[in-house]
């Protein structure tokens, strides 16, 4: 198993005081907002699975033990994530929604357990940018379609979903008020004790951009002071 720097950070020799020179703070972007309310705490999240490897349908044991295994790696990284279900054509696919995580790592891990694709959302001004990645004829991965419309299910007070290629993706509205209201007491916890991090912005920054050792810590005590039911 990958030691936890190597499995966390890619170019670690980078200067972690460059994040804020090259303005990739989060604060610097837009706010996401879901339904309308202002998601503090969140900066990205992905949509992922390690059911049926390649498309290909596999047993219901098999499938359990491969998303075990892809939540010891969000585990792992100290990522913060709730289990969704998502719908591949009319099979059922027991899935992960993954806040602030990097597209590279979304990527890394769709390699990793054999996924035919996986989202990647992030705030833009007027919305929230949901792009739909998939795996070539090469076996790398493309940017498919990307789109700020999210389209409602029938019941739209309970859910709206993401739709790309044969994929889609229902999501109780009300696990991202959750999420965002658990970081954000957990951050209680974490501002202060880190002598760098001043606010929770601060926090939300180095969580995201995830560069080097203090990120680490970042992630590792938010991850650690988290109250949120993911099993």
């Known amino acids: ?11 670690t020799n980078v200067d972690e005081a460059s994040i804020n020179a090259k303005k990739r703070n989060i604060k610097n972007v837009q706010k996401m907002y879901i339904k309308g309310k ?21 047993s219901t044991s098999d499938n359990r033990k491969l998303n075990n295994e892809i939540k010891k790696r969000l585990k792992l990284g100290y990522y913060i994530y709730v289990p969704i279900d998502g719908h591949f054509a009319d099979n059922v696919e027991h899935s992960f929604l993954v ?18 694709s996986f989202f990647y ?3 833009v001004e007027g919305g929230i940018m949901n792009e739909y990645w998939e795996k070539n004829e090469t076996g790398h991965y493309e940017l498919i379609n990307k789109t700020t419309a999210w389209n409602n299910e029938k019941d739209a007070t309970k859910n709206y979903s993401i739709i790309g290629g044969n ?13 965002d209201e658990s970081i954000d007491k957990a951050a209680d916890k974490v501002v202060g004790v880190i002598a760098f991090i001043n606010s929770k912005d ?24 988290i109250e949120l039911d993911n099993e």
């Open 1 to 11: 198993m990958k030691e936890l720097k190597t499995y966390l950070n890619e170019g």
């Open 38 to 58: 202002q998601m503090d705490n969140i900066g990205t999240f992905g949509i992922i699975t390690a059911e049926n490897p390649d498309s290909t349908q596999v």
């Open 99 to 116: 806040f602030n995580i990097q597209l590279k790592t979304l990527i890394r891990l769709a390699k990793e357990f054999s996924q035919s």
């Open 121 to 123: 959302c992030y705030p």
């Open 167 to 179: 994929f889609k993706y229902s999501i109780d509205k009300s696990v991202f008020s959750k999420v």
């Open 202 to 225: 601060d926090m939300l920054d180095w969580q995201v951009n995830r560069v080097g050792f203090k990120s680490y810590a970042v992630s590792k005590l938010l991850a650690e002071s």
